[in-house]
């Protein structure tokens, strides 16, 4: 009774949070029991099972598209174990680590705590009689294994499992009582898990198409190009230097950091980021202390002048990207040094409902694309989003497809691959309201972000 009760609360709580489903699994194999004896007598226990078949259904859920339990996903999970005329079940609440992939196969780890209770079908002994006097427990597990990708919805899975519970029983002739627990179990499962969005079949894939070149999405659309809001690069420096085990701009530099404050004051969608470097001398850990302090120095002097805090970014190199020798006074000098870039958002690429197909869009990019083969040593973050309707699962993979979209027109025309990132959001960070058609529409999006 508790196991159908259990198994139909299984099947229904899947069903019902499907949009929070990453996957199901059903398993079986071959579990190995190990017990012991209290009370010993002339109670033989030695002809009780200890080998016998187990089968294992699970639910492993996306709760959220990241932080903890993105990393570490919730499960549930219920095993059956027979060994002859003896039933343990275990029900289990954990969580689920994917570790990643290795040579097709997918490790992944899990752990949990849950419920056990033990059942006896039949007399376990001739000429006796079994009394459950702890017929349940509080147990634990632990397992390992592999997954294999068949197709997009299934995986073959492999694990080993380990489970800790207390579960007694006591054994009664007409003259003697014995004790007996059962402690562990070690178990070995294969089968199948069914994934729900993993690569869903009615989003558009443009892995075949081919993408336009500039030249015909001009002559396709009489849309004026988007125009690519930049700084006047040729009047700005872009990069500023720095006295030997120095924190602090140069003296020489500030007029450059001047230029910089500028230009960000003049373009409000444009971002900077300060990317500070040192010489070789000194420890690598003190250098990389030293070049975050540089690009923080950088990020003080256009706070100081007015630019918002929230548009400037910094990170530290340290030693490990010179530009000169560092054998020499002058070539260390150079590696002394906060590199800048700007970053400028660009007017958003729009997707139709469960596409990731440019379409019209790409007129959009031309302005993008043509401003990177003219500078070969800018680059470009591409993120994508859609928005709120479908599983979290779903709408990930969605969103990377729209940047991946991106990407293939970019790289189609002649873009180094290197140069791209590419970042799925999900439904995360909608930008208008989900409720309505037009907020929706709005939310489908990609994003791109040029680094120059």
């Not at 949070?17 to 002339?42: C, N, P, Q, T, Y």
Request: proline fraction near 3%; include cysteine.
């Amino acid at each position: 009774m508790r196991v159908s009760v259990f198994l139909a609360s299984l099947l229904i709580g899947a069903s019902l949070s499907a949009a929070f489903v990453d996957h199901l699994g059903a398993r079986v194999g071959i579990s190995k029991a190990i017990m012991s004896e209290h009370d010993s007598s002339k109670v033989d226990t030695k002809e009780i099972e200890s080998l016998g078949p187990i089968y294992d259904l699970s639910a492993v859920f996306n709760v959220t598209d990241e932080g903890f339990l993105h990393t570490f996903k919730p499960y549930i999970d219920y095993s059956g174990r027979y060994y002859d005329s003896r039933i343990i079940n275990v029900a289990t609440l954990g969580l689920y680590f994917p570790m990643g992939s290795w040579k097709g196969f997918k490790p992944y780890a899990a752990a949990g705590v849950g419920y056990s209770f033990l059942n006896w079908r039949s007399a376990p002994l001739n000429n006796t009689s079994s009394k459950n006097s702890a017929s349940d427990s509080i147990s634990g597990s632990l397992e390992g294994g592999l997954n294999y990708q068949i197709n997009d919805m299934f995986d073959l899975t492999f694990g080993a499992r380990f489970d800790a519970y207390r579960l007694e029983t006591k054994f009664k002739t007409e003259d003697y009582t014995t004790t007996q627990s059962d402690n562990f179990a070690l178990s070995a499962l294969v089968g199948l898990r069914f994934y729900f969005d993993r690569n869903p079949q009615d989003i558009s894939d443009e892995s075949h198409q081919e993408a336009l070149p500039v030249v015909a999405v001009a002559a396709a659309t009489t849309t004026a190009l988007a125009v690519v809001p930049l700084c006047d690069l040729d009047n700005i420096k872009r990069r500023v230097y720095f006295d030997y085990n120095s924190p602090d701009i140069a003296v020489k530099s500030t007029p450059d950091m001047d230029i910089v404050a500028d230009c960000l004051k003049d373009h409000p969608d444009t971002k900077v980021e300060f990317e500070g470097h040192t010489d070789s001398i000194g420890s690598a850990a003190f250098n990389q202390k030293l070049s975050q302090k540089r690009s923080l120095s950088a990020k003080a002097y256009v706070a100081a002048k007015g630019v918002d805090v929230s548009r400037i970014m910094t990170s530290g190199r340290g030693e490990m990207d010179p530009i000169a020798t560092n054998k020499t006074a002058d070539g260390r000098a150079q590696n002394r040094r906060v590199d800048i870039y700007f970053i400028d958002a660009k007017v958003p690429v729009l997707f139709d409902y469960n596409s990731a197909s440019l379409k019209g869009e790409v007129s959009k990019l031309a302005g993008i694309l043509s401003y990177m083969q003219k500078n070969p040593q800018s680059s470009i973050t591409i993120v994508g989003y859609t928005d709120k309707i479908g599983s979290q699962n779903f709408n990930l993979k969605l969103s990377k497809k729209r940047a991946d979209a991106v990407r293939k027109f970019l790289v189609g025309n002649g873009i180094e691959k290197s140069r791209i990132k590419m970042i799925g959001r999900g439904k995360l960070e909608p930008v208008a309201d989900n409720e309505t058609a037009e907020g929706r529409a709005q939310n489908r999006r990609a994003e791109m972000k040029l680094r120059h």
